[in-house]
């Protein structure tokens, strides 16, 4: 999942790598902070997975929003993309490592390949 459509190139990466691993898997774009509404249109699907990837930028809440509603584990994935003083995916890396919510592991910024394959390893567990 991705907080807004300037998220897309990192969520389609993750997207495609889940996907060849042979995870059963869903896009669903545009539904950070800004628009909490979108989030909710999508709650009882997201409940029902294994694992969500959540990728962010600006602030990146997503993931901690995302976690602290479902009870399966999250990988956030912060991406350089935001303005003002988001030091090309430092802001949402830090505001990621830092969320008080359980079950986030966080991989680096604009590394949907990690967390795809991550993903991978835990669904199949």
Same mark, same amino acid.
């Given at each position: 999942? +991705? +907080?807004?459509? #300037?998220? /897309?190139?990192?969520?389609?990466?993750?997207?495609?790598?889940?996907? !060849?691993?042979? @995870?059963?898997?869903? /896009?669903?774009?545009?539904?950070?902070?800004? =628009? %909490?509404?979108?989030? !909710?249109?999508? /709650?009882?699907?997201?409940?029902? $997975?294994?694992?969500? %990837?959540? %990728? $962010?930028?600006?602030? =990146?809440?997503?993931? #901690?929003?995302?976690?602290?509603?479902?009870?399966?584990?999250? %990988?956030?994935?912060?991406? #350089?993309?935001?303005? =003002?003083? &988001? !030091? =090309?995916?430092? $802001? +949402?890396? /830090? +505001?990621?490592?830092?969320?008080?919510? @359980?079950?986030?592991?966080?991989? @680096?910024?604009?590394?949907?390949?990690?967390?795809?394959?991550?993903? #991978?390893? *835990? &669904?199949? *567990?």
């Amino acid at each position: 999942m +991705a +907080a807004g459509t #300037s998220d /897309l190139a990192v969520a389609q990466e993750a997207y495609e790598t889940a996907t !060849f691993f042979g @995870n059963s898997t869903k /896009l669903i774009v545009d539904v950070g902070v800004a =628009g %909490i509404n979108r989030l !909710f249109l999508h /709650l009882e699907e997201l409940q029902k $997975a294994k694992v969500i %990837i959540a %990728i $962010a930028g600006m602030e =990146g809440a997503l993931p #901690s929003v995302v976690a602290g509603l479902v009870s399966v584990p999250v %990988i956030a994935v912060p991406t #350089s993309v935001g303005y =003002g003083a &988001s !030091f =090309g995916g430092m $802001a +949402a890396l /830090l +505001a990621m490592l830092n969320s008080c919510a @359980n079950g986030i592991t966080v991989v @680096n910024i604009d590394n949907g390949y990690k967390a795809a394959y991550s993903a #991978s390893l *835990i &669904s199949h *567990i």
